[in-house]
């Protein structure tokens, strides 16, 4: 960890912030014909945070997201991130039993969800805010916010391991950890800032951490995929072809898939320039390097969980 690092770039809204003011007007994110530029985004993660506040979230609470896939996901998990708490993704996915784990090891003291995942997180209203409900609302919250002093040991998110000792372990991440590792991201020498690239992880994998942040803190573009077209490598790769998307974060099972549906189908995605793997073991086969030498501009880059490391 950097120690000349000024303040301001201690913590992940530092970036942030700076990428609000300077990238306004350009568009932050979009969600098939749905997009939102960083001045919208900014001013809608503002009226979150303040529903949050008028909701008794204070800084240091634990605050869980389960929601669909969307614009207002990455917005909720930023209004979070400024009131000083820290966001807890829970896949509603999972088994009831490891949910509930997760939200009493997490200590949660709220939770925000679409309203189809109700059944799958009980019944106590007072820790729920269902999304589809209260969209209305937020939108008559503030568009400005009072920034909290949050420091770089403060927790910005608290992710859950795959559970393979038998139970899932709540890791947490303090901001001076993320911020570093968004410093060193956008320090890459091939790093292109305001690229266009595709929200592809799930938020319950810190990977998702990753794509988000560097993206916004750089003015890049993030397009949100739904979760059914990113596991089929069919139409993950016409959207990025459609949305000509440059970097992707990827694990290596689902870019074996996508090597093997371009080079059968002999398309080729020409806008990659960067493709980061991480999560499993990469194994590079002649099918791979195919795949590459026709992406001369391409850097394939083999990376680990930034919670591990």
């Known amino acids: 960890i950097r120690t000349d690092t000024p303040a301001i770039f201690e913590t992940v809204l530092g970036w942030l912030n700076i990428a609000?003011?300077?990238?306004?007007?350009?568009?932050?994110?979009?969600?098939?014909?749905d997009n939102i530029t960083y001045a919208q985004l900014d001013k809608l993660s503002n009226r979150i945070a303040n529903c949050l506040i008028r909701n008794g979230i204070k800084k240091g609470d634990r605050v869980g997201i389960s929601l669909d896939r969307s614009i207002e996901m990455i917005a909720c998990i930023i209004g979070i991130l400024k009131i000083g708490a820290a966001y807890v993704p829970l896949d509603p996915n999972y088994p009831v039993d490891r949910l509930k784990i997760m939200q009493e090891d997490a200590q949660l003291s709220l939770l925000i969800i679409h309203g189809k995942f109700l059944d799958r997180f009980g019944t106590n209203s007072d820790q729920i805010i269902n999304w589809d409900k209260i969209t209305n609302e937020v939108d008559q919250y503030s568009d400005s916010?009072?920034?909290?002093?949050?420091?770089?040991?403060?927790?910005?998110?608290?992710?859950?391991?795959?559970?393979?000792?038998?139970?899932?372990?709540?890791?947490?991440?303090?901001?001076?950890?993320?911020?570093?590792?968004?410093?060193?991201?956008?320090?890459?020498?091939?790093?292109?800032?305001?690229?266009?690239?595709?929200?592809?992880?799930?938020?319950?994998?810190?990977?998702?951490?990753?794509?988000?942040?560097?993206?916004?803190?750089?003015?890049?573009?993030?397009?949100?995929?739904?979760?059914?077209?990113?596991?089929?490598?069919?139409?993950?790769?016409?959207?990025?072809?459609q949305f000509k998307i440059e970097r992707l974060f990827i694990p290596f099972v689902a870019l074996r898939s996508l090597i093997e549906v371009a080079i059968t189908a002999d398309r080729i995605p020409i806008s990659l320039k960067e493709v980061i793997t991480a999560g499993e073991q990469l194994r590079v086969d002649s099918g791979m390097r195919d795949f590459f030498i026709q992406l001369p501009d391409a850097i394939l880059e083999n990376q680990y969980g930034p919670s591990e490391t």
Do not use: C
């Open 20 to 33: 609000f003011e300077r990238y306004s007007s350009s568009t932050a994110i979009q969600f098939e014909q």
């Open 145 to 241: 916010f009072s920034s909290v002093s949050i420091s770089g040991e403060d927790v910005a998110y608290v992710i859950f391991t795959s559970g393979s000792t038998g139970r899932p372990n709540g890791i947490a991440m303090p901001h001076r950890a993320l911020a570093n590792l968004i410093e060193w991201q956008l320090g890459r020498t091939y790093f292109k800032e305001q690229a266009r690239v595709l929200q592809y992880s799930s938020i319950s994998f810190d990977v998702s951490f990753q794509e988000i942040a560097t993206t916004l803190a750089s003015g890049g573009r993030l397009f949100i995929v739904r979760d059914e077209n990113r596991r089929d490598p069919r139409i993950l790769l016409d959207v990025i072809d």
